[in-house]
C-alpha cells in the first residue's frame, strides 16, 4: 500500500510540473517577443543618429566650402583693386610727365626763335636781351618745378589715402581666416560656420563697397590734379611767352 501511495504521489507531482511548463512557455515566448520588440527600436535609433551625424558633417562641409570661397573672392577683390589703384596713379605719373615733356619743347621752340633774331640784330639792339631771355628759361623752369612738386604732392596724399583705405580692407579680409579657428573650438561648429559664413557674406559686399569708394575717389583726386596740372603748367607758359614776345617788340623798335 506504502509504495501505491508512493506511485500516485509522484504521478500527481509529475502532472502538475507539466501543468506548469505549459503555462510557463507562452509567458517565456512573450517575453521574448517583447525583447524583439525593444530592440529593434533601438537598432533603428543608432541608424538615425548615424545619418544625422552624416548629415551634420555634410552641411558643415559645405559652409566651409562657402565660407573659404568668400574669402578668396574677397582678397582677389583686395589685390585686385590695389592692382587698379597702381596703374591709375602710374598712368598719372606719365600723363603729367608727357605734360612737362611737350610743354618744354614749345616754349624751347620759342626761346629759339627770338635768340636767332636777336642774333640777326646789330650788337647795340642785342645788349642785354640774351641775359633775359636766359631769366625767362630760368623762371619757366621753375614755374614748372613748382607745378610738378604740387601735383606730386597732391597725388601721394591721394595714394597714401587709398592704401590706407585698401589695408584696412585687407585687415578685416584677414580676422575672416581666423573664424574656421574660432569655430573649432566651440560645442556646435555647424551652427558657429553657419552663423560666420552669412557675416562673411555681408563682409564682402562690405568691402567691395568700400573699394569701390576708394576707386572713384582715387578716380576724382587724379583728374582734379591733372587739371590744376595743366593749369599750372599752362600759367607757366603764357608768362614765358609774354616775356618773350616784350623782348622781340624791344627788337624790333630797336631796328
Known sequence: MLQTAARES???????????????????AGLQ?????ITRPLRHKVNVCSKRSKSDKD??????ETFAYVVRQTKMDVDQKMKELKDLFAKTGDELSELVRNNEKFVKREMQKVEEAIRRTSEVCAAGKMDRLRDIEGAYDEGIKICNEKAASALRAARTTCDQRIQEADALRSTMKQVLKECLRTNDFVKCIASETRQAVKQR??????????????????AEQLEQAVKCHAN???????KLQKILKDTKDCV
Do not use: C, D, Y
Open 205 to 222: 559686399k562690405r568691402i567691395s563697397n568700400e573699394l569701390n569708394e576708394t576707386m572713384k575717389s582715387a578716380e576724382a583726386s587724379v
Open 59 to 64: 552641411l558643415a562641409k559645405s559652409f566651409a
Open 33 to 37: 517577443g517583447k525583447r524583439t520588440q
Open 236 to 242: 607757366a607758359q603764357a608768362e614765358a611767352l609774354r
Open 10 to 28: 509522484l504521478f500527481r507531482n509529475h502532472a502538475k510540473h507539466e501543468q506548469e511548463s505549459k503555462i510557463l512557455r507562452p509567458r517565456e
